[in-house]
């Protein structure tokens, strides 16, 4: 039903909610993964895991919102859908400070938590497309020559040819060669995308 | 007025204030229906069989006599009929010049000095209703001192009066006066303190009800008895002594009104001025001194009222308080229980949305069948923390089990866990040795709560860093256990610890200050006992009895 290689990691210590979860959300057609602990969770993660994480505030040992830190960290890009037995303001405040995708209530509302997952995975791709898109510009930008990426920052600065040509040493013809180039290289056709593309460069 | 009243089931009559209760009544089908001008001539009657039965001991044949409990019966009539009132009492006095005493006086004087009475009790009598116009005269101290305050001018200005003009018109010897003043006076204000709250409580139905309700037990029987006693035995040597031993009196009607505070000291004292009169009638013991009786036994009577009055009104708030406390507990407790019931609420509609999904999928088989089961299984979870919570406040009854204590900080410290991550506390937890109790485990999870919660408020004056509350448990000799919960805050002063366990004390501002009282009740209802230490960091204490010992397989172990 849903892109099969996304995933709804369930970490709560309640195995009654967990399994029911499960069941809910496989008849739904999601693939879904079971953990009894934050611990067992991160003992098991892998940066490759894609889809989102439905956390369970209160749980034994470490707990939800510490959970979250932690994946943070380690730089996990899951997003986090947050499940607390009360609607308790100050958790819920943290959970979403803390990036937290979504905050559900115990006992919930199964179209908000399909919603809640949907939307989830919808965030999640469209993170790792801009991340994809990002490592793919970087990688462009390490195509350029020392030159092009001079003649690129100065570019993107908002100066003319002309006045390009004077600071670098070298002829306005050159310059328009050198622009021509790296826009080419890095697969731009105007200004304010090579602009874009710029700001990645550190 | 006359829409205001209603005859009763005796042919007394309820004002408007009883409508309400005579209302119920009016519904029984086993009330009689008594026409309306009975209560007059019922009134007269009773008045006369009062004043023939109370003429003793009588002052130069006149109705100056020691004690006299009609202007009582007449006042509450007042009470409930007004100005309507007077015609009867005055044809009542009357009947009872001719009838009881045969005119000592004369007509003429006689008319007059009954006119002069009635205006007079007339008096007292729209005192009492302004005061008293709505609600029971005998429901609090303030009440009862305005009350005693009008009878006590009242009747003595009353019997100025009277006796001036009986003797201006010779009747009483010139010299005499005073004492006369005083003779009646005193009678009559006896008669008044003495019998008039009796006869209040039982021309209503409500307290007639509550009269029987307190009264009506072996225990009445047993304080009658030594007041009887008392008085048989104080009798014969008080013509002697000069009432020496009176105040043995007191006995029996402190009884009476500590345990059955007003009514009880009401039925008490009318039956102590029977016995009284009894007594004098009986051992012709009559002589001057007799109105000194009368005036200790209304002092005995104000007295026994007061206390009465106090006991019932500490009664009152002690039910009241029982009641909050019982409603605070049912909060705590809930709160508790909210988490308890969430998880197989969450996981039964989880899984019935999950069976829809499955019929819709047109899915009969063992998935179906076993979804079905576990919520079978969730239900019955939910049902049995719902049936916990009805168990205990309707009981009060604690469902015991064998609990380790272990098991019981685990789970309570988890609950604990993200606030005090929040707040930067650190929870240590001691070593836990392989105790356990019997013990209702929601019960010591609320007290456990409760002081954590406590701890937490007591850390979180101090900077974070500081933060630390401690848990631990150790055994005792006599197979006990003590656990302590320690916090780095400021602890208790002394003055404090004095006032910790006292309901409604708080020094927060959201709090009921019923926590602790509350706790403490549970830990003694569990046989053990839980205490605060004074100390320059807090430390609550609790000790419970231990459930023999276990096998230190705890499942708080493996988790």
């Known amino acids: ?202 | 007025m006359e829409s205001g009243v209603l005859i009763t089931q005796y042919g007394m009559a309820c004002r408007t204030d009883e409508m309400h209760n005579a209302g119920q009544s009016e519904n029984n089908p086993m009330r009689p229906s008594l026409p309306r001008y009975l209560p007059y001539p019922a009134f007269v009657g009773l008045y006369l069989l009062f004043d023939w039965a109370t003429y003793i001991d009588p002052l130069y044949g006149l109705n100056i006599t020691p004690w006299n409990p009609d202007p009582a019966l007449g006042l509450v009539f007042w009470l409930i009929y007004g100005r309507k009132a007077a015609l009867p009492w005055f044809i009542a006095l009357l009947a009872g010049e001719c009838l009881v005493r045969g005119l000592p006086a004369g007509w003429p004087l006689t008319l007059l000095s009954s006119a002069w009475l009635i205006v007079g009790y007339g008096t007292i009598g729209e005192a009492l209703r302004r005061r008293f116009s709505s609600g029971d005269i005998f429901d609090n101290r303030r009440r009862l001192a305005i009350w005693a305050v009008i009878v006590l001018a009242g009747t003595m200005l009353n019997a100025l009066g009277y006796i001036s003009l009986l003797s201006l018109t010779g009747k009483i010897p010139p010299g005499e006066w005073g004492a006369a003043a005083l003779r009646f006076g005193i009678g009559d204000m006896v008669g008044l303190v003495v019998s008039m709250p009796l006869i209040w409580m039982l021309v209503s139905e409500r307290g007639r009800a509550r009269l029987k309700e307190t009264v009506w037990r072996w225990e009445t029987l047993g304080y009658l008895a030594l007041a009887m006693f008392v008085l048989w035995s104080v009798f014969g040597s008080i013509v002697r002594s000069d009432y020496k031993h009176f105040y043995f009196l007191f006995l029996p009607l402190i009884w009476a009104a500590s345990r059955q505070g007003l009514y009880g000291t009401a039925l008490m004292v009318f039956v102590l001025q029977l016995g009284i009169i009894t007594m004098v009638k009986w051992s012709h013991a009559v002589n001057l001194q007799f109105y000194e009786l009368q005036l200790l036994d209304a002092v005995l009577a104000l007295v026994g009222f007061f206390i009465g009055i106090v006991v019932d009104e500490l009664r009152k708030v002690a039910d009241e308080l029982k009641h909050t406390m019982r409603l605070a507990a049912a909060g705590e407790m809930a709160a508790a229980l909210a988490h308890e019931l969430n998880q197989p609420l969450t996981a039964l509609s989880t899984y019935g949305k999950a069976c829809e999904y499955l019929l819709e999928r047109g899915e009969s088989g063992d998935i179906l069948k076993s979804a079905i089961g576990h919520m079978i299984v969730e239900s019955g979870r939910a049902a049995e923390v719902v049936r916990r919570l009805r168990d205990f406040f309707r009981t009060g009854a604690m469902q015991l089990e064998i609990i380790e204590a272990s098991a019981l900080i685990a789970g309570i410290s988890r609950q604990f866990t993200p606030q005090f991550h929040e707040h930067g506390i650190e929870l240590v937890v001691g070593q836990m040795p392989a105790l356990a109790v019997n013990a209702d485990r929601l019960q010591m999870e609320l007290v456990l709560r409760n002081l954590l919660a406590n701890a937490q408020d007591a850390v979180l004056a101090v900077p974070r860093g500081l933060r630390r509350i401690e848990l631990s448990v150790e055994r005792l000799g006599g197979g006990r256990l003590r656990l302590s919960i320690e916090d780095s805050g400021a602890g208790i002063s002394s003055t404090l610890a004095a006032r910790l366990f006292e309901p409604f004390v708080s020094s927060k501002a959201s709090g009921l200050g019923l926590g602790l009282v509350l706790s403490r009740a549970i830990v003694e209802a569990h046989g053990g006992k839980l205490w605060a230490e004074v100390g320059n960091h807090g430390i609550f204490r609790f000790i419970l009895p231990l459930a023999g010992t276990t096998d230190s397989q705890g499942e708080y172990g493996e988790k």
């Open chain 1, 1 to 202: 039903m849903v892109k099969s290689n996304l995933t709804v990691f369930i970490v709560d210590d309640d195995p009654a909610v967990r399994d029911a979860l499960g069941l809910l959300l496989g008849v739904r057609g999601y693939r879904t993964a079971m953990f009894a602990s934050g611990e067992d969770f991160l003992q098991g993660w892998r940066r490759e895991w894609a889809g989102c994480l439905l956390i369970d505030i209160r749980m034994s040992g470490m707990d939800g919102l510490v959970l979250q830190r932690r994946l943070t960290e380690l730089e996990c890009l899951l997003p986090v859908i947050i499940i607390t037995g009360h609607g308790d303001v100050t958790l819920a405040r943290q959970a979403f400070k803390a990036q937290a995708s979504d905050f559900l209530e115990k006992p919930f509302d199964h179209d908000k938590l399909m919603a809640a997952i949907d939307e989830a995975f919808s965030r999640e791709a469209e993170t790792r497309g801009r991340l994809q898109r990002q490592a793919h510009s970087l990688a462009l930008l390490d195509g350029l020559t020392p030159r092009e990426r001079e003649v690129m920052q100065l570019v993107v600065t908002g100066q003319h040819n002309r006045d390009i040509a004077p600071l670098l040493g070298i002829s306005v013809r050159t310059v328009e060669v050198h622009k021509a180039r790296l826009m080419d290289k890095l697969g731009v056709d105007n200004v304010a995308d090579l602009v874009r593309i710029s700001m990645l460069d550190a």
